[in-house]
């Protein structure tokens, strides 16, 4: 009887666990679902103050899963001090990517910055970015968003910095960016107590280039 009873309780409690238990809804498109179609940069030259990418210099890409989406500048660098050449202290890419996601829409929830750094005593960096959506016709989207990170120097190392994106976003809106082109600016700035300091910003020894890895929220439509 024992034995009956116990089985009793785990066909019920089974029972419970399967009706208590929703099906999961996808919180992600499915595989192959997004697909980016092409990526352009503004002319780099429409910024005086410095230049972080050339066209064909920028490459975006979805993870497997759609969570994430990767920018890579092989162009981008900053430095300032005696050795910094031509290289300008601030560097700044804007780029427009021409993406497909039928039936969804995407917020930036975090950005992680890759990249190489070193930063003398009295050097600070300013890792900044910027993102909205724009229509067919040119005009903005309501809900942008950003990021910024500030780095102090001394500091010498191949750096993984994260930091939350604030959106002025809302759930009425979300959906409109479907079918709308991404833009991403991104730019890094040093400066410097004197002239005698150094300091520079670039692709890390990882993949070489310098790396925007922005986490997504998505929303089915």
């Known amino acids: 009887m024992v034995a009956t009873l116990c089985f009793t309780i785990v066909l019920l409690l089974s029972s419970i ?14 595989k192959g679902a997004c697909t980016i179609s092409s990526v352009k940069v503004d002319d780099p030259d429409v910024d005086t103050e410095g ?9 975006a890409q979805f993870s497997t899963d759609n969570s994430l989406v990767t920018l890579i500048f092989d162009d981008f660098a900053a430095a300032i001090g005696p050795d910094a050449g031509t290289t300008k202290k601030r560097a ?12 969804w829409a995407f917020d930036v929830n975090t950005v992680d910055f890759r990249g190489y750094i070193e930063l003398g005593k009295g050097v600070n960096a300013s890792l900044v970015t910027r993102w909205k959506w724009v229509d067919s016709k040119g005009v903005d989207i309501p809900g942008k968003g950003n990021a910024q990170k500030k780095l102090t120097g001394p500091l010498t190392q191949d750096f993984l910095v994260h930091k939350d994106g604030e959106t002025s976003d809302s759930e009425t809106s979300m959906c409109v960016k479907a079918s709308a082109t991404f833009q991403i600016t991104i730019s890094a700035t040093l400066a410097a107590s004197t002239s005698a300091m150094s300091g520079v910003v670039q692709g890390g020894a990882v993949d070489s280039g310098f790396s925007e890895i922005m986490n997504l929220g998505w929303k089915k439509c």
């Open 17 to 30: 666990v399967a009706n208590a238990a929703p099906a999961a809804t996808a919180t992600t498109p499915p």
């Open 51 to 59: 230049s972080g990418c050339r066209a064909g210099t920028v490459s």
């Open 92 to 103: 700044l890419c804007k780029v427009n990517v021409t993406m497909s996601s039928p039936g």
